[in-house]
């Protein structure tokens, strides 16, 4: 819902890709960081927190070394910072149990090439498709159900591919149920087939633009990230 009702660039609903691409931006960040005194560590990833008691006291690296901190922050999902991180127990025993269960809602991939461009995606860039604002939210009652939601949210990443065919469709639909009620290899035609359907809603034709595909369906848990540390 957040992604298909932010505003970018003056355009409600819009979102835009930076100029010079994503690590351009993360050039920019960085650089302002170290100018305020921040000090990155880069493929050191970490093992553990460091804990006393109830505190959090900094993170253990996988090397074993020990970086104190007043405060840690994690850019993983709740169930891998809680559950992978911490002692057993830290969460709370409740909360452990639910956060162990399996993922019940996730993200697929329909990669489409095409033979040629349509008008609606002559600028290059990511475009998000949702008939309404609480597209997102419908689908996730939906997904956890283990059914394919019907109105699907959408977002496109378009790219020239500089060869044949010349242009990418890279999809993201989401959410949608990691273990859907008959499994994706009866559910996954069904899903192509939706998101094609949704697209010629859009683009009078579109089908016939199609040179290939590809799916990939969601995985089961969320994939293994960093745990960023901020100290004084």
Do not use: N
């Amino acid at each position: 819902t957040w992604r298909a009702a932010q505003e970018m660039c003056g355009l409600q609903g819009a979102v835009a890709m930076p100029s010079g691409g994503p690590s351009q931006l993360i050039d920019a960040v960085v650089k302002t960081a170290e100018a305020a005194g921040v000090a990155f560590r880069f493929e050191s990833p970490v093992r553990t927190f460091d804990t006393d008691g109830e505190s959090v006291r900094g993170v253990v690296l996988a090397s074993g070394e020990v970086l104190p901190a007043a405060v840690v922050l994690s850019s993983l999902s709740r169930r891998q910072t809680l559950i992978d991180f911490l002692p057993p127990g830290s969460a709370g025993f409740a909360a452990a149990r639910q956060l162990e269960k399996p993922q019940s809602c996730g993200e697929a991939k329909v990669l489409l090439t095409l033979s040629a461009l349509p008008k609606l995606f002559e600028q290059p860039g990511r475009y998000v498709l949702a008939e309404k604002l609480e597209t997102s939210a419908v689908a996730h009652a939906t997904a956890r159900t283990g059914e394919i939601p019907a109105d699907l949210a959408l977002e496109i990443v378009v790219q020239a591919t500089g060869g044949t065919p010349p242009i990418l469709l890279s999809i993201l639909v989401r959410p949608v149920p990691v273990e859907p009620i008959g499994g994706w290899k009866d559910q996954a035609t069904r899903l192509v087939q939706a998101v094609l359907h949704r697209l010629e809603l859009h683009i009078p034709q579109f089908t016939g633009l199609v040179a290939g595909l590809a799916f990939v369906p969601p995985k089961a848990r969320d994939p293994f990230g960093m745990a960023a540390m901020v100290s004084p």
